[in-house]
């Protein structure tokens, strides 16, 4: 790159046109994609005064912006001339990607200071940068200002409002600009699927799907990831069969976000069968694909194939994460294996240095419990860099109480889970248990009348089974074959 500026110099001396200087710049910025290669370009330019020429300075803000922001803003704050709109929307769009979006909404104020009018451009930058600020009343106020400019029936700016006050959690501010737009484009509607799946209302998100379908709009992977993730939190899986279905009958591609979910959704309805067959049939699998199905085997009680899924996905050169490690573990827990459990545990701490979760503790307490080790559970919660959850606790303090190995008990725990969760009956049930093979007869009693005291009871454990669906999902299904 130095070369390059070094042997272009004696020419830009002898030139006298600044379209010819403009072309060779150009040339320059293709070329240039590190900020030291940036950083002589700079020069060049205040060397040879492009930095007065509107269009050029604006694409060199554009370039730079995306390599650097710091040296970007830099560059813009010292132009000499006043800034086009196109560097404006180009430091704002590079704010909004990056960790302080909240600057993005801050230059666009200024923005608006010096008398620059936003464009179509700008407002979906500064809207974006207002959801991932999470900051509810900069949102509105973005809301307002584009309503007031006469952009709110743009339905790019539209589309950036919806998924703003989604993520703000805002939902019904959401589904009011999405009834309010007068043209929904296919992004619109799966932008309110979205919202409603991130706000945890899959049953409104697969009500959205039936108008989808009655409107002639086709859905996209993108909507169809979002409605499989709906059925997935309801347990849905005669419409995510549908989804499926309608997925193989349009010849839809399954790209690795789309395969997941369908795995995902058929391993967490407990057809861990159909999600195997989803998995090994993905020509593209990445990190989550693995952990999904290695999770979802060991909740269906497969542990020995999850141990040998987590051992191909390791030869295929992915590094598991914390939850590819919760996953086996939990596996090692269910089916007793303690030495593995513990080396897979050393393995995730010493080779691949991810700092153990509450999960993976839990997991290692469980799995040390179920076999009967108590002390080796208690010595991992005794260890903890954290104090313990109530899942834990109960976890540890249930397997003494079935154990009988209630001598030397850490009264501790038990007053810990209590302060944790002092409303929940079935916690002063464990504990009375406890005392009472304690021997500690009047501890025992003074819990339980603490319990009636405040109304509580220890609720009985319950399994759901889907009978028959309702008339929306059979709709849903009806218009999806």
């Not at 430091?91 to 979006?101: E, G, L, Q």
């Not at 700092?355 to 009967?372: I, K, L, S």
Request: neutral net charge; hydrophobic residues 45%; contains cysteine.
């Amino acid at each position: 790159m130095e070369t390059l500026v070094n042997g272009l110099w004696p020419h830009y001396i002898k030139l006298n046109s600044n379209v010819m200087m403009s072309r060779q710049i150009q040339i320059l910025l293709q070329r240039s994609k590190t900020t030291t290669h940036l950083l002589q370009l700079h020069s060049l330019i205040l060397k040879t005064a492009i930095d007065h020429n509107p269009d050029l300075i604006s694409q060199f803000i554009f370039s730079i912006s995306s390599v650097s922001i710091e040296f970007a803003r830099l560059v813009f704050d010292r132009l000499p001339i006043r800034a086009p709109s196109f560097a404006w929307n180009s430091i704002i769009r590079a704010y909004t990607k990056s960790s302080v979006p909240i600057e993005a909404v801050k230059l666009f104020s200024q923005m608006q200071r010096v008398g620059l009018k936003p464009d179509n451009f700008t407002y979906p930058f500064v809207v974006k940068a207002c959801g991932r600020s999470l900051v509810v009343g900069a949102g509105g106020a973005m809301h307002s200002i584009i309503v007031k400019a006469g952009f709110d029936s743009d339905r790019y700016v539209g589309n950036t409002l919806l998924r703003m006050y989604a993520n703000l959690n805002a939902v019904g501010l959401a589904r009011r600009v999405f009834d309010e737009m007068t043209v929904r484009d296919v992004v619109s509607w799966s932008s309110m699927i979205a919202g409603y799946v991130a706000c945890n209302c899959p049953a409104d998100a697969l009500m959205v799907l039936r108008h989808m379908m009655l409107a002639n709009e086709k859905p996209n992977s993108v909507t169809l990831v979002s409605l499989l993730s709906a059925c997935t939190r309801l347990l849905n899986i005669g419409v995510g069969e549908s989804i499926h279905s309608y997925i193989i009958v349009n010849c839809i591609g399954l790209d690795v976000a789309l395969g997941t979910a369908i795995l995902e959704m058929y391993s967490k309805c407990g057809h861990i069968e159909k999600a195997l067959k989803v998995f090994n049939s993905l020509t593209e699998k990445n990190l989550q694909s693995w952990t999904i199905m290695i999770s979802g085997l060991a909740d269906h009680g497969h542990g020995e194939d999850a141990i040998s899924l987590f051992t191909q996905m390791e030869q295929t050169g992915l590094q598991p994460d914390s939850m590819s490690f919760s996953g086996i573990l939990s596996a090692c827990s269910h089916l007793g294996l303690v030495d593995e459990g513990q080396t897979f545990f050393s393995q995730m701490v010493k080779i691949y240095n991810i700092r153990p979760t509450m999960e993976h503790y839990g997991c290692m307490v469980d799995m040390f419990a179920r076999a009967g080790m108590i002390e080796e559970a208690y010595e991992i919660i005794k260890n903890m860099p954290m104090e313990p959850n109530s899942v834990i606790l109960r976890s540890f303090i249930g397997a003494c109480r079935n154990d009988g190995r209630v001598f030397g008990f850490d009264e501790n725990l038990r007053r810990l889970l209590l302060e944790i969760e002092p409303d929940l009956g079935a916690n002063y049930v464990l504990a009375s248990g406890v005392s009472s093979l304690s021997g500690c007869w009047n501890e025992a009693a003074d819990l339980r009348v603490s319990m009636k005291e405040k109304g509580l009871k220890k609720v009985p454990g319950w399994s759901r089974v889907e009978v028959s669906g309702s008339h929306t999902e059979e709709t849903i299904e009806e218009a999806l074959s």
